[in-house]
């Protein structure tokens, strides 16, 4: 039990279909991530939030959308997805954004965008 | 531009010992974490190195050379529930964030055979 909780853990979506990615820490961190996992690539890392606010962006579509509405909550809202966007999708958090700040995972999120 | 190397895969045998290399060509330096992964679940926090020299932590040993670039993961007293994959990530400065953010190589899959 890593503390990190994600719903759903599978997920599959046609095109044109608007859902919603949900992520829960109950470790009390302030630092929550969400990185994209492709099959024979490494973690790629989308949003970074502190406190709520989002501090990193790494250069994702605007068909992902992050929500982080208080310090134990990210959502990842997703819409008009294309196929190579079926990934595992993992939540991470960690304590504060310091160098040495190890991060929990969730068990992620299987998506296919058919 | 950033670059982590790490093997795709290695078997090793039950109670042996076994070392997993990761070479990392980055802008920025801010430490080196180790992660593993069984199937189908999340990462595991295993080691964080950001100064020279050897980190022990019961069975698994982890490795660092800033000059070189160089890491490496021992795995001692191999058993069967050791057969996952291995991340290796670096923090780097100047990729975002105030600390950077982490850079994930591809992951080494260890296979422990009896």
């Known amino acids: 039990e890593t503390g990190v909780t994600q719903t759903p853990r599978h997920l599959v979506m046609g095109m044109t279909n608007k859902k919603s990615l949900k992520c829960e820490q109950h470790?009390?961190?302030?630092?929550m991530y969400w990185y994209k996992q492709s099959a024979k690539k490494p973690l790629e890392l989308m949003f970074v939030?502190?406190?709520?606010?989002?501090?990193e962006n790494n250069s994702v579509p605007s068909r992902f959308s992050p929500e982080c509405p208080n310090s134990s909550h990210l959502f990842l809202h997703l819409h008009t997805l294309q196929p190579e966007d079926s990934a595992l999708y993992l939540c991470?958090?960690?304590?504060?954004?310091?160098?040495?700040?190890?991060?929990?995972f969730g068990p992620g999120t299987r998506l296919t965008v058919t | 531009g950033q670059n982590i190397d790490q093997p795709t895969e290695m078997t090793a045998t039950e109670g042996a010992i076994v070392q997993i290399n990761c070479t990392y060509q980055?802008?920025?330096?801010?430490?080196l974490f180790w992660y593993q992964q069984h199937a189908g679940e999340a990462p595991t926090f295993l080691s964080y190195n950001v100064l020279d020299g050897l980190e022990e932590k019961g069975r698994f040993s982890s490795f660092l050379s800033r000059s070189k670039g160089y890491s490496y993961l021992l795995l001692k007293e191999l058993q069967m529930k050791d057969s996952a994959s291995y991340l290796c990530a670096v923090r780097d400065w100047d990729y975002g964030g105030s600390q950077g953010n982490l850079i994930f190589g591809k992951g080494t899959k260890l296979s422990v055979k009896p």
């Open positions: 939030y502190s406190l709520e606010e989002r501090v």
């Open positions: 470790l009390g961190h302030n630092a």
């Open positions: 991470a958090s960690s304590q504060e954004l310091s160098a040495g700040a190890e991060q929990y």
């Open positions: 980055t802008s920025g330096f801010n430490g």
